[in-house]
């Protein structure tokens, strides 16, 4: 069998709460990924989602169990992985070009290259002609797309997107989306993608873990069957795209209730 991108095993994190509390975030959380596919995750806020991700990006250690990478123990920070955070982290006095460019910086990537591949992730991510502004200049939306593109600009096999989209409006997440789907297939990436958005992972994902709070812990990981290249308008349509927005509606529902 092939070794997993990500193997998650016997996950718990335990943090600290005010009066020395201790506040379980994750517990016993145990889920493969498989390489090249397209995993979403999905559950109600503080289900520990971002605290999943923290620890696949090597920020964050377990308190209980391992996480292992291509095969091997994760013990530091994952340089395999290509993040973009749920909150940007654009640096403020640094133009969008050049908050772009900071991991070709740091790989000493020539300047000539690096000049095009920024250009071309920018455009990709509809920032053509704001590439001179700074982040303070640019919409929510905008620095959103500045950071996807901080992202995607060194070609990273492994992706982990923390609600990407969700700053976007209707017309450019659907193109972001397409493009997000044409750049996955063909690279074949490994993909973990966060969304409070049913209809967003369906039309997505491969596998769609849902997350349950209290503590927070997965409570389903549901296979989605559709064919590819999906055409998002004529999926909606499909009984078995109904069928599963259907079944995981309700999980999500209940997915704030105590086990
Ligand atoms: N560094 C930390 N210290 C203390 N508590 C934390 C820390 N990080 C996360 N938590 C807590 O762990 C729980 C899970 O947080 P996390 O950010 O992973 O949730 P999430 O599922 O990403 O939520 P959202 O959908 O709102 O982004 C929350 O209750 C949060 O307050
Ligand atoms: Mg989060």
Known sequence: MKTPEFSFQGITRRFRSGNDDEFVALESVSLDIDSGSFVCFIGPS?????TLLNMSAGLL?????AVHFRGAPLN???TGVGFITQHDNLLPWRTVEKNVGIALEIEKVPRAERRLRVAEVIELVGLKGFAHQYPSQLSGGMQKR???ARGLVYGPSTLLMDEPFGALDAQLRFSMQNELLRIWERD????I?????LDEAILLADKIVVFGTRPGRVVHVEDVPLERP?????????????AIWERLWKLLENSEEAP
Do not use: Q
């Open 230 to 242: 999906r055409d998002f308008a004529e999926l909606r349509l499909s009984p078995v795209y109904g």
């Open 146 to 148: 500045a950071s996807l």
């Open 188 to 191: 074949r990436k490994t993909i």
């Open 76 to 78: 530091g920070v994952n």
């Open 46 to 50: 503080g289900c520990g989602k971002t």
């Open 61 to 65: 250690a377990p308190s209980d169990g």
């Open 193 to 197: 993608f966060v969304t409070h958005d």
